[in-house]
């Protein structure tokens, strides 16, 4: 694989990661504007995240090494899993290192220590969070892996960059199954990133907390590279539906040309994205926790009706 | 207008997808007016697939009992029922006999029984309605269920209507088209049951001061 393949997968992650509390910041600004609040501005994530670098990490009495280590796990995951995404171009030398499944399952390990760390700590808050987490994500992850079994099944393959390859040759075709496999990842997007029918992180209320609570014990860098991996999470989910379901502008070769326009219809997608996110979570109330299983039971529900229809119909 | 001909089957597909997404949204609904207006969107959507099928084929009859059928689903039973609604003045939540996930799971075997049960048919169809079999007996088996799990009249009623949506769809889209007179006598057997139905929901009320079904497993000594 040549240098500039490298160069493209470098620079595909170390955007990721530049741009991640830019986006979420984007959409904040955006809810902060429909609901009639003064936005704090573009560079708010990225003050958070310098203040809380600079701050001292205070560890809880009796943790172990697991709440010093899941930090690094979840960051490190998170980064992992935007190398195998296809968000500027295909066929990077990471991409056919892991396929869907391998991606669906460092988001889990990403999870697994979250949940553990958060039960770590001994106080009932986190271990409430801890269970409530799981309690989402058993019924959130199958719809997940549904979607991706839908898109893999139309392109033949389970690695992300050759579904992308596949969808942008295919354009001209309407797929039924695709439609289900877009909305059951959509509910699982809001689902896993704590956005508002689920979840909402930014109070601290103990009835609704689920990923907030998790966090409460952490602190200072600790603390930094949580939220900017939540952040990543975010936008690594976004660029995930995009490769699903909007690839066209993706480079299929590493060249300036097809690089910049990928970058610009990247950075447009992304544009576009937030407000509907953003509405979505203006438009709806918190749901009450016994329902957001059923929540979750409806994107995967999704998922299975895609499946269904795409053996029944053929498309 | 002019289509390009290989273009509808697929818009047909999508249709027929919509439908099966519909029926899932009738048995997990809580409430009795989104219900009605679910049942609305049915109706149009299969008005919408007759019309489709009418330009696939060429057959002016279908003309008309699309335009039937949207008349007739899409906005005069879905009216009356909510006509009914306001009169009876029913409030709040949908009883259900099980929680929402698990009727869904169970509607999601059904599907797979019945397109397990269809598949070895889709061969006799014509090709481009291939799959269309399946999805309508899946409707039609959602609908059934939903009947089967919910305890109000009213909501079992609308299950009733939407098993002859789905019945309906089964033969405009599966076989392309039926003769007209048939479903004419369909649609106002229909139409008559329901308003046989509307006059039992006031019977009932009247005689249990409630319209859920429950109260008519037992015997009451005092009347």
Do not use: C
């Not at chain 2, 006799?124 to 269920?145: D, K, R, S, V």
């Not at chain 2, 048939?182 to 057997?189: N, R, S």
């Amino acid at each position: 694989m040549s240098w500039a393949a490298w160069g493209m997968q470098s620079l595909q992650v170390l955007l990721a990661l530049a741009i991640a509390p830019l986006f979420a910041a984007w959409l904040q600004m955006l809810r902060a504007l429909l609901q009639n609040r003064r936005p704090a501005g573009l560079g708010q994530g990225y003050r958070d995240l310098r203040r809380l670098f600079a701050k001292e990490s205070l560890l809880p009495e009796d943790s172990s090494w697991l709440f010093r280590f899941s930090p690094y796990v979840l960051f490190g995951t998170k980064v992992m899993a935007t190398t195998l995404v296809p968000i500027l171009a295909v066929n990077l030398p990471l991409a056919r290192a892991a396929d869907v499944i391998a991606l669906v399952g460092l988001l889990a390990v990403a999870r697994i220590f979250q949940v553990l760390a958060a039960m770590d700590t001994g106080t009932p808050f986190a271990d409430l969070g801890a269970h409530r987490e799981m309690l989402v994500s058993a019924l959130a992850e199958p719809a997940l892996l549904t979607a991706f079994f839908i898109a893999s099944l139309l392109a033949g393959s389970s690695s992300l960059s050759t579904i992308v390859a596949h969808t942008q040759v295919e354009i001209t075709s309407l797929h039924p199954s695709m439609v289900f496999a877009a909305a059951a990842f959509f509910l699982v997007l809001l689902i896993e990133n704590a956005r508002i029918p689920v979840d909402n992180p930014a109070t601290h209320l103990e009835l609704t907390m689920i990923h907030e609570a998790m966090l409460l014990e952490y602190s200072g860098r600790h603390l930094a590279l949580l939220e900017w991996g939540a952040q990543l999470k975010l936008l690594l989910y976004v660029a995930m539906g995009i490769a699903l379901f909007f690839p066209w502008g993706i480079a299929d070769h590493v060249g300036l040309v097809a690089v910049m326009l990928a970058l610009a219809a990247f950075f447009g997608k992304l544009f576009l994205a937030a407000p509907i996110l953003a509405l979505v979570e203006t438009l709806l109330a918190k749901k009450r926790l016994f329902r957001v299983p059923e929540f979750a039971a409806s994107a995967f529900l999704f998922g299975v009706i895609g499946l269904l229809t795409h053996f029944m119909l053929g498309a | 207008m002019h289509l390009p001909t290989e273009s509808l089957p697929a818009i047909l597909k999508f249709l027929a997808a919509w439908m099966l997404l519909l029926s899932f949204a009738l048995l997990a609904q809580r409430r009795l007016l989104s219900l009605i207006y679910l049942l609305a969107w049915q109706g149009v959507t299969l008005a919408l697939s007759t019309a489709l099928v009418a330009l696939l084929t060429g057959d002016r009859l279908l003309w008309v009992s699309a335009s039937l059928t949207l008349l007739l689903k899409g906005l005069l039973i879905p009216t009356l029922l909510h006509r009914l609604l306001r009169r009876l003045n029913v409030r709040g939540d949908v009883e259900m006999t099980l929680n929402v996930a698990g009727g869904q799971l169970i509607g999601i075997v059904l599907v797979i029984f019945a397109f397990a049960l269809a598949a070895p048919l889709a061969g006799a169809l014509p090709a481009a309605t291939h799959g269309m079999l399946g999805i309508a007996l899946a409707a039609f088996l959602l609908a059934f269920w939903m009947m089967i799990s919910r305890r109000k009249a009213i909501s079992e009623v609308v299950g009733f209507l939407a098993m002859d949506n789905a019945l309906f769809f089964a033969a405009t889209s599966a076989t392309l088209g039926m003769p007209l007179i048939v479903e004419l006598g369909i649609a106002l057997d229909a139409l008559i049951g329901f308003v046989i139905l509307g006059v039992f929901f006031f019977h009932i009320r009247e005689n249990f001061e409630s319209l859920d079904l429950h109260w008519l497993e037992h015997l009451r000594e005092d009347r």
